[in-house]
């Protein structure tokens, strides 16, 4: 591919699963914690790009949001694909009778926050180095979307939550 061939890289923050039930709860002024958080509520974290972690901080505090970038690690193994830890947390409660609930209320649903898009030609991918300031389009500073997929679910602001970082929904745009 030509090095001017443009990339949009989404700057996801985390991951967290709402069954359908949830999801479909979900109202203005809800906080989601993340479960699985690629940035901390400091700004500190990483982005995955290929085979490469861009390791840095999202600065949002002096003009248009960016990340500068502290260092860049190769990466072995695919953390998409690498085995989860188990939580002692879940919910053990027995399976219900669905009679007179939605069949797949309790289906749960693998959704991702972000904080917008760096937005990267290949020439400029492969020309980065530890230093380098990046910048994220997309979102306020301060806020990001929830999504399923490419499909916004809805958008809110970042909070800390005992030391984690969570989304306090301003905007639910889940059709019911």
């Known amino acids: 591919m030509p090095a001017q061939f443009r990339l949009a890289v989404d700057v996801t923050l985390g991951h967290l699963r709402l069954s359908m039930h949830q999801l479909r709860g979900l109202r203005t002024g809800d906080v989601l914690v993340l479960e699985r958080a690629f940035f901390s509520a400091s700004g500190t974290g990483h982005v995955q790009v290929g085979k490469q972690r861009l390791v840095g901080w999202i600065d949002a505090e002096s003009g248009p949001?960016?990340?500068?970038?502290?260092?860049?690690?190769?990466?072995?193994?695919?953390?998409?694909?690498?085995?989860?830890?188990?939580?002692?947390?879940?919910?053990?409660?027995?399976?219900?009778?669905?009679?007179?609930?939605?069949?797949?209320?309790e289906l749960s649903m693998a959704l991702n926050v972000r904080c917008g898009t760096l937005n990267l030609t290949l020439g400029e991918l492969r020309n980065l180095a530890p230093g380098a300031v990046l910048g994220v389009a997309g979102y306020a500073p301060g806020t990001a979307g929830l999504y399923y997929g490419d499909r916004p679910l809805g958008l809110g602001q970042l909070v800390e939550v005992d030391g984690r970082l969570g989304l306090q929904m301003s905007r639910v745009i889940f059709s019911r």
């Open 65 to 105: 949001m960016r990340l500068t970038l502290t260092s860049i690690e190769d990466m072995f193994v695919d953390e998409d694909f690498a085995t989860q830890p188990y939580s002692e947390h879940e919910d053990e409660t027995a399976v219900m009778d669905v009679f007179g609930h939605e069949p797949f209320d």
